[in-house]
């Protein structure tokens, strides 16, 4: 009997340990889930930060960059580099020029400009708008 | 000082017009090709193709344009070929055996 009174106490040691652990353990679930619910303005950027990759490019951003490309290509002269500048008529590029700036427009920018779309880019601003359009440009 | 009407391009025919059309996406496709190849070659390649192109600007004959553009796609497919064969050993010396099934 004095056995079995050892054998039960810790038993019943144990039960009455784990109620209040039990409870414990219940409030701290409840606790829990509500702070995994927070205010749906913090949980929106919360989520945005992971799954929508870097911010898009503001048309500044891509107009500062198309320029700067055009100032480092050395057959260009920078007095006359505007966002309007037409690349045949005011910048005295050629048409094998112009491809090569798409390609580097391309590479800069990560993009890849269907054919049709690349031809058509004959000044800075034109440039800024065929990028802007691509949802894939960083 | 030449005036700007004199700069500017003598107006082609239509078919001249789609055959310069041909010249440039040639030329497209070499520079997206060379992008793959090593940046130690891939200037030299660039001006290589430039310099080609540039040679026959003033061609007006069309059989010989038409020649030198099918040449030139010849050249392009050659390259494009050196091209995947120097990626496909890039990756199997950096992955591993690509033909091993472990």
């Known amino acids: 009997m004095f056995c079995l009174a050892r054998v039960a106490l810790p038993k019943l040691a144990a039960a009455a340990a784990a109620a209040p652990a039990r409870r414990a353990a219940v409030s701290a679930i409840a606790a829990a889930r509500v702070s995994l619910r927070p205010a749906p303005a913090a949980s929106l950027a919360f989520a945005r930060l992971f799954s929508a990759g870097p911010a898009p490019l503001t048309v500044q951003q891509i107009e500062d960059r198309v320029l700067q490309l055009l100032k480092d290509f050395d057959k260009v002269d920078p007095s006359k580099l505007t966002l309007d500048a037409h690349f045949t008529n005011d910048l005295g590029l050629d048409s094998l020029d112009q491809v090569e700036i798409t390609m580097a427009l391309e590479d800069e920018f990560s993009i890849e400009l269907p054919d049709r779309d690349a031809e058509e880019i004959l000044t800075p601003r034109q440039a800024v708008e065929k990028i802007f359009l691509n949802k894939n440009a960083m | ?102």
């Open chain 2, 1 to 102: 000082m030449p005036s700007p009407s004199a700069r500017a391009a003598p107006v082609l025919s239509l078919k001249q017009f789609m055959t310069r059309g041909q010249v440039l996406a040639l030329y497209r496709d070499i520079l997206r090709c060379t992008k793959f190849v090593a940046p130690s070659d891939r200037a030299y390649i660039r001006e290589w193709a430039r310099s080609d192109i540039e040679r026959y600007r003033h061609e007006t004959s069309d059989d010989k344009i038409r020649m030198l553009i099918s040449q030139g796609k010849v050249q392009l497919r050659t390259l494009e070929n050196s091209v995947a064969l120097s990626r496909r050993r890039f990756d199997a010396d950096a992955g591993g055996d690509t033909f091993s099934s472990a």
